[in-house]
T-cell receptor, first 112, second 116 residues
Framework: GQQLNQSPQSMFIQEGEDVSMNCTSS?????WLWYKQEPGEGPVLLIA?????ELTSNGRLTAQFGITRKDSFLNISASIPSDVGIYFC????????????FGTGTRLQVTL | DGGITQSPKYLFRKEGQNVTLSCEQN?????MYWYRQDPGQGLRLIYYSQIVNDFQKGDIAEGYSVSREKKESFPLTVTSAQKNPTAFYLCASSIASAGQRSYEQYFGPGTRLTVT
């Protein structure tokens, strides 16, 4: 089945630093979604990408749909303590409109 | 406020008992989903429903059952047949159409089930 690999697995950064993470697949996706999950809570949709090459921002977050359609990137600028959480990428399973494949997640820790 | 509610937030049960987790949405979404999340892991799909009175098994449906009698509600029953029921359970919903927006799933706050 489809798999989404995220890297890095975890990151420890200082407040104010910029963050980059990525999500890669062995198969092509036509949509990429980025979610953030805080401890003990449900994931929250941050950004949705629909076209190859698309660059979309949501505040300090910027995500890009890779040209090859097999990857996507999420950047966070000037990180703050509330950015702590796990960031998941997700994309639709081929042949089944409703089902999503989720990545393994990138855990972000921000120190003061 | 539109959203998805799951209750209760924490649930404790004895082994061998069935337990039902509630999920309600007022987003007027057609599709609803149940996921299971284990510590340090991603989300695995248990069941999903694209329309009232219809639902399909996900990747890990064994030991679980669902019903979809109303558009707003998609309860999940964890049966005694589920070997490792202790987990964090997440409900989600989305619009159901042919467009790409149908991929955007919105999640509830989750229910943490502990079975001893």
């Amino acid at each position: 089945g489809q798999q989404l690999n995220q890297s890095p697995q975890s990151m420890f950064i200082q407040e104010g630093e910029d963050v980059s993470m990525n999500c890669t697949s062995s198969s092509i996706f036509n949509t990429w979604l980025w979610y953030k999950q805080e401890p003990g809570e449900g994931p929250v949709l941050l950004i949705a990408l629909y076209k190859a090459g698309e660059l979309t921002s949501n505040g300090r977050l910027t995500a890009q749909f890779g040209i090859t359609r097999k990857d996507s990137f999420l950047n966070i600028s000037a990180s703050i303590p509330s950015d702590v959480g796990i960031y998941f990428c997700a994309g639709p399973n081929t042949g089944t409109a409703s089902k999503l494949t989720f990545g393994t997640g990138t855990r972000l820790q921000v120190t003061l | 406020d539109g959203g998805i509610t799951q209750s209760p937030k924490y649930l404790f049960r004895k082994e061998g008992q069935n337990v039902t987790l509630s999920c309600e949405q007022n987003l007027n979404h057609d599709a609803m989903y149940w996921y299971r999340q284990d510590p340090g892991q991603g989300l695995r799909l248990i069941y999903y429903s694209q329309i009232v009175n219809d639902f399909q098994k996900g990747d890990i449906a064994e030991g679980y059952s669902v019903s979809r009698e109303k558009k707003e509600s998609f309860p999940l029953t964890v049966t005694s047949a589920q070997k490792n029921p202790t987990a964090f359970y997440l409900c989600a919903s989305s619009i159901a159409s042919a467009g790409q927006r149908s991929y955007e799933q919105y999640f509830g706050p989750g229910t943490r089930l502990t079975v001893t």
